[in-house]
């Protein structure tokens, strides 16, 4: 494989970030148990990026909702779900 074909192909490449993409029914699960029990702002998935590590990073970019306020805004919500065990949240990011 070529250099340029290696850099131009992040979902093969351990450690690269995979474009934004479609979600599909495994990373909507992985979302719903990261975020069970979080509460006072509901989150909406709409894309995800992710990158294989020692499991695997998700980044998805969310709709989000304030629930009292109905405040609304864009957020990037990190999780990791390790080789074995629960997904869990590592971050919330308003953008």
Partial sequence: MSNNALINNTE???????LYHTLTPEDLQIF?????G?????????TVSTQIVAG??????CNAT???????????VEIYKPLSG????TGITPI
Avoid at 32 to 36: E, L
Avoid at 56 to 61: S, V
Avoid at 66 to 76: K, N
């Fill in 12 to 18: 093969t490449l351990l450690g690269g970030w995979t």
């Fill in 32 to 36: 719903k148990q990261a975020m069970n």
């Fill in 38 to 46: 979080l509460l006072g702002v509901k989150y909406n998935p709409i």
């Fill in 56 to 61: 695997t990073n998700y980044r998805f970019k």
């Fill in 66 to 76: 304030v629930i009292l306020s109905e405040l609304d805004y864009e957020a990037l």
């Fill in 86 to 89: 629960n997904a869990v949240l």
